[in-house]
């Protein structure tokens, strides 16, 4: 059974529109979150993360909200760029008897921004 | 260098051949952690290692699988007697230390099982 939900596998956005993908968990115990980046034949690269203890991160153009009670968070892109394109994973960890972090990632979103 | 890297690139395997998938991860990084990515799929877990002891081997998903990290180092992603649905492509990370989080990824080894 999936821990780590992305209900929406594609997600196509204007060049400088606001671009939000969305993931839900269902495990109450994951603590931290990650977003990873994608590009075809390349492996993932880090993104932003947050801390259960915060509800939002922001770092340039990307901001990750956590809302605990819903078990949600999204990825914000503001403004998107074609650059952007790429297949977006959430992850999440929760802590474990060694404190290592082993992550539960969704599925993906394939985000397409149009010039 | 720089990153991590993992060898072959590519790998195509007959039912039933043995494969081993290399890792080199970035140099002076603890952890390692090896993860399987089916088709349409996110990465999921398989094994972590913490400098050569591997710690957590939950994810593997049947005793073909085997992983070692025998100096700390390299480590080898071996599956034995492969099937069709060991068809996959295997990603690779490391981080500096335990509690670290965002790990690099490799670019992956695709297996293919024909």
């Known amino acids: 059974d999936q821990q780590v939900k992305q209900n929406s596998p594609s997600l196509s956005v204007q060049e400088g529109r606001i671009s939000i993908l969305n993931c839900d968990y269902t495990n109450s115990m994951f603590d931290y979150f990650l977003w990873y980046k994608k590009y075809p034949a390349e492996g993932p690269t880090f993104l932003i993360s947050?801390?259960?203890?915060?509800d939002k991160n922001e770092d340039g153009r990307f901001t990750v909200f956590l809302n605990k009670s819903a078990k949600h968070l999204s990825l914000h892109i503001v403004p998107s760029q074609p650059g952007d394109s790429a297949v977006y994973f959430c992850a999440a960890s929760p802590r474990n008897l060694y404190n290592f972090n082993k992550f539960y990632f969704g599925s993906g979103t394939k985000l397409n921004v149009k010039p | 260098g720089a990153g991590v890297s993992q060898s072959p690139r590519y790998k195509v395997a007959k039912r039933g051949q043995d494969v081993a998938l290399r890792c080199d991860p970035i140099s002076g990084h603890v952890s390692l952690f090896w993860y399987q990515q089916a088709l349409g799929q996110g990465p999921e877990f398989l094994t972590y290692f913490q400098n050569e002891a591997q710690l957590d081997k939950s994810g593997l998903p049947s005793d073909r699988f085997f992983a070692e990290r025998p100096e700390g180092s390299v480590s080898t992603l071996k599956i034995q007697r492969t099937q069709q649905e060991d068809s996959a492509v295997y990603l690779c990370?490391?981080?500096?230390?335990?509690?670290?989080?965002?790990?690099?990824f490799g670019s992956g080894t695709r297996l293919t099982v024909v």
């Open positions: 947050i801390s259960s203890i915060k």
């Open positions: 990370a490391s981080s500096l230390g335990v509690g670290s989080y965002g790990y690099t």
